[in-house]
């Protein structure tokens, strides 16, 4: 048994979809591949897709099992580490799209040139360019 390498998703929690999915469009200037009620999703490379799921959608599935995503909102629940071409092109279409910027592109002591930022329910989006 394995871990597919064709195929992954990375799934956010959110306090509105609709927002949120209007939030990524304009930071990756693409539409969806999926948007249904209950999930939107982006694809961002061959192998790779970034998943919107509503909070009291994952609450929903997990029976409750789970503590409510909602008790944390703007609290940094994860980071998206994104290589792009232009970091702080990125960073400048994540403050325009509604997202907060936090910390501009600079090279830092691991090697990549990244910018900080946070979307609107305070996820961590970084945007950076590898020293490769």
Partial sequence: MSI????????IYVNN???????YEKLLGYKPILDVQGMT???LSDSVILGIMPEEGI??????KIPNPA?????????????????DEY???????GGTGISKT???NWGDYV??????????LAFAKDKY
Wanted: net charge positive.
């Fill in 115 to 124: 910018a900080y930022g946070s979307d609107i329910d305070g996820n961590i």
């Fill in 4 to 11: 597919s390498k064709d195929k992954m998703m990375y799934i």
């Fill in 17 to 23: 979809q609709g927002k949120s999915k209007l939030f």
């Fill in 106 to 108: 600079e090279l830092r």
């Fill in 91 to 97: 960073y400048s279409r994540l403050v325009k799209a």
């Fill in 41 to 43: 999703e982006f694809q």
């Fill in 71 to 87: 008790h944390a909102n703007g609290v940094p629940r994860s980071e998206l580490y994104l290589f792009v071409d232009n970091p």
């Fill in 59 to 64: 609450m929903r599935i997990l029976e409750n």
